[in-house]
């Protein structure tokens, strides 16, 4: 049943089958933002925040020129007194009647009105310089684009490069960031291939060398992509493994109750606490994250079905609303947008169809069954159809990483 809630024991309170957003959101409280660490700019890119990054001096910090010309006192003609360029020292202040050669960016002298751009103004033989100077005065003045200790990156957000020039410009060396979560695949299943063509009655394996790339993108350290064989006591004994050197495990097949499935066993005893069993969707129904509590931090797992394309629909509703929380940075709300084509139903609760976007519209794709990839690769995001959808109509967007 959707939503459904049970409380168990020790294990506390789990959801089985809940819907798509709350499984995304029961995921995201479930996890707790990792320890902090301090890095140089140059080693900071695209990590998330622990702490704001403030201007440590008024940007600008004093007032500069905005164009190439003469800084001028008063009213002109003026005559010129030295040359102000970008880098150096302030000059002496200027007095009516005076004005100084400078270049964009230059320190202003005191007592300067404006600057007159080069363009727009002439020297006479005597050195003096006519011209008038347009609305404005074409300055940069001190802290009109922040006074000192303004927030410039919030804690919580992902170092862009732009956001690390910001953080430079404010006069920051170092910045606090949080530690990227380690993270170990395994790749369970006997009938997976790692290598050549498929063969007696085998297939390839696809998730192996498509997760690391996606979790490296959220962020992720991983630190091993393993394969399992299907037995129950590998199962257990490779989680306890992993669980000692990452935050995070990822689990491929065996979520299930097929035969082969032992996941739900082998979190139960390395003293493991489901945390969603199960979620009401198709793609990705048999999904599950489990957490332990350890003296040395708590770990996650987020065991994923089998299925290529119900494993990428697990990884978007479990993995990525965790490792924000492990990040320390919010869940969005998912976006809405237009179908381009109606979406039909098909069984119960949400379907996750890949689609592409086209002149602002999610246009369905093809080759989208639960075991293909081709729809995936070709798609810009998953949309969450809650039952049939007409042509036109919204629906919530959970855009796939790039």
Do not use: K, Y
């Amino acid at each position: 049943r959707a939503g459904h809630v049970v409380v168990a024991g020790r294990a506390g309170v789990r959801l089985v089958d809940p819907s798509c957003e709350a499984a995304r959101e029961a995921a995201h409280a479930s996890g707790v933002a990792l320890s902090t660490q301090s890095l140089a700019l140059a080693d900071a890119l695209w990590r998330t925040t622990a702490t704001a990054v403030v201007a440590r001096t008024p940007l600008p910090p004093w007032d500069a020129s905005a164009m190439d010309g003469w800084a001028v006192a008063g009213a002109g003609p003026w005559t010129v007194v030295g040359d102000q360029r970008a880098g150096m020292a302030p000059a002496g202040p200027l007095a009516a009647g005076q004005a100084v050669r400078i270049a964009t960016g230059a320190v202003l002298p005191a007592g300067t009105s404006a600057v007159l751009r080069r363009e727009d103004a002439t020297v006479d033989s005597a050195e003096q310089v006519h011209g008038v100077p347009r609305a404005g005065g074409d300055i940069r003045h001190a802290g009109e684009e922040c006074p000192a200790s303004t927030t410039l990156v919030a804690a919580g957000q992902v170092l862009s490069p732009v956001r690390l020039g910001l953080a430079a410009a404010g006069g920051n060396d170092v910045v606090d960031v949080v530690r990227r979560p380690r993270a170990v695949v395994l790749v369970l299943g006997d009938e997976l291939l790692h290598d050549g063509v498929p063969r007696a009655g085998r297939v390839r394996d696809s998730l192996g060398p498509l997760l690391p790339g996606w979790l490296t993108g959220w962020g992720c350290e991983v630190v091993g992509v393993r394969p399992v064989a299907d037995r129950a006591d590998e199962h257990a004994a490779s989680i306890s493994s992993a669980l000692t050197e990452a935050d995070l495990v990822v689990t491929t097949g065996g979520t299930a109750a097929g035969p082969a499935d032992f996941v739900h066993r082998a979190v139960t005893e390395t003293g493991g606490d489901l945390v969603v069993d199960g979620v009401h969707c198709r793609p990705g129904h048999p999904m599950l994250l489990a957490r332990w509590t350890r003296d040395d931090g708590p770990r996650w797992l987020v065991g994923l079905p089998g299925n290529p394309h119900a494993a990428i629909a697990a990884l978007m509703t479990l993995a990525q609303p965790l490792l924000l929380a492990l990040h320390g940075t919010d869940l969005p709300a998912l976006a809405r947008v237009p179908v381009a084509a109606r979406i039909g139903p098909r069984g119960t609760g949400t379907r996750l169809v890949p689609c592409r976007i086209v002149d602002g519209a999610a246009h369905p794709g093809e080759h989208i069954g639960s075991g293909m990839l081709r729809g995936l690769a070709a798609a810009d995001g998953l949309a969450v159809a809650a039952g049939e959808l007409a042509a036109g109509e919204l629906v919530r967007w959970l855009p796939l990483p790039r």
